[in-house]
């Protein structure tokens, strides 16, 4: 870009006292900016923090503590490991996504490119990888390596593209339904643990009433941190067990360690078997990349003002930088695998901001809970955790997937999307709508006709099909059987 673009921040950008209201300056804020990719961009010169870039930076940290620990844990039980390790793993994942990549590259080399997070829609596959013979670091560098190749061709904004509003609009309020449902099963579960299910109903029933009055006032962006106080101030007045176990301290940081052969994950550094038992998991997880990055494109869509396209996050850069970052975090010893960082963006969205001052706020979040411990375990607690997702990620996604599906033909894509991610899960539904919607067959038959054969079936037929034969392949076809032997003898 020129010198007259880089200093356009800036010059145009005005205080907030030339606005009616605080909205009206968000607004502002996102129409001035002019973030540079790949290049620096400096606190104060090229954006501004705001008391609003807290509630993502809270919510992704809660977020990021809650599905690492997740999925080292899946990987832990299976290998046998201690809860000892997955607590200094998870340390260090915080560490090496804060610092690495949250803040030098979506805080400062790249804007547009959402924070890398945390792939959970794998974690319940996680037992199959372990018992397939799957090794940990040979997941994450083939994951980066498609993920990377993924980026580079500009793959991801394609199938973007060839997204429709009513096929994201289904996938939305899927997701968005499935994860409610999810967390308050969870927090029934835990109540009920310790003969107090009242609780559960108490928190739920307070946070719909506190949710639709931030709604009727217009500060729906407070919901996660209101939400997480209130949540933990009903448990706490009503006597839910709770107490700090995780204690400060530094995780050990030498890769070394996390890939030896008796010390941390006690496998050793990964072969040529452990490569191919994962190859069919890699392609799965980087094939769930597109609906899961799309919806966060659109959910910043729905909720900017006009004029904001410059500071949307940009698909494939943050493709490339997720995969960056899951390479460096799998071969330093981290067990995360990455995704779009969804509980920080979808927050950021709701309060109208930018990605890179939430970004840096949440690499210090990050970093406290790692080295401090004790936010680790409210962070975790249940009735924070459930309540938290709920107002902060899944009640928002529910709400964009309606907005999506008001209009023209919509409906049908949405309705058959939800109902084929129903029969297998969401990289399916999403792939199949896709080629219905883009054939003619539901949906705008005028879109499909638009999109040339390449876009209307080329594409999507081969994606689906690919996807189609590695899902048959390790066995997720409800009622089939594995075609692949080996994992036939798993099952």
Known sequence: MSEVDQSTYQAQRKPRSAFASRAEYLDHELQSMRPRRWRPNLPFKD???????????????????????????AFATQLGLPETFVIENVRFELLIAAI??????????NPNANLAGTHGPLIPLIPLIVASGGHPMALGLMIGVLGFILGITKGGSLLARLTSNGVCGGLLLYLGFIGITGQISKLFAWAEGFDMAYLAFIVIISTIIMYAYLEHIQMRWLA???GSVLAAGLSFALGAPFEFT????????????????DTGWQLGWPELHHFIAVAPFAILAVAMWSPDFLGHRVFQEINYPKKTEKVLMDIDDTMCTASARQITGSLLGGGNITSSWGTYIVPAAIARRPIP??????????????????????????PVLSVALIVGVYLPLLEAGMQMTREGKTTQSAAVVIFSSALVNPVFGWSLTVLLDNLGLIGCKERGKSLGHMGRWVVPGVVFLILCAVMAGIGMFPGLPPLLESFRELS
């Open 246 to 261: 995780t204690e400060p301290g530094m995780p050990n940081m030498n890769p070394a360690y996390w890939w030896g052969e």
């Open 47 to 73: 954006y501004r923090f705001e008391v609003e870039d807290w509630v993502p930076a809270m919510a992704a940290t809660i977020g990021k503590i809650v599905m690492v620990a997740a999925i080292v844990a």
């Open 357 to 382: 001052a939430g970004a840096i706020l949440t690499g210090f979040l990050c970093v406290v809970a790692a080295l401090w411990g004790y936010p680790m375990d409210l962070a975790v607690w249940q």
């Open 100 to 109: 690495l990549f949250v803040v030098l590259v979506s805080g400062f080399l």
């Open 224 to 226: 996660i941190p209101l």
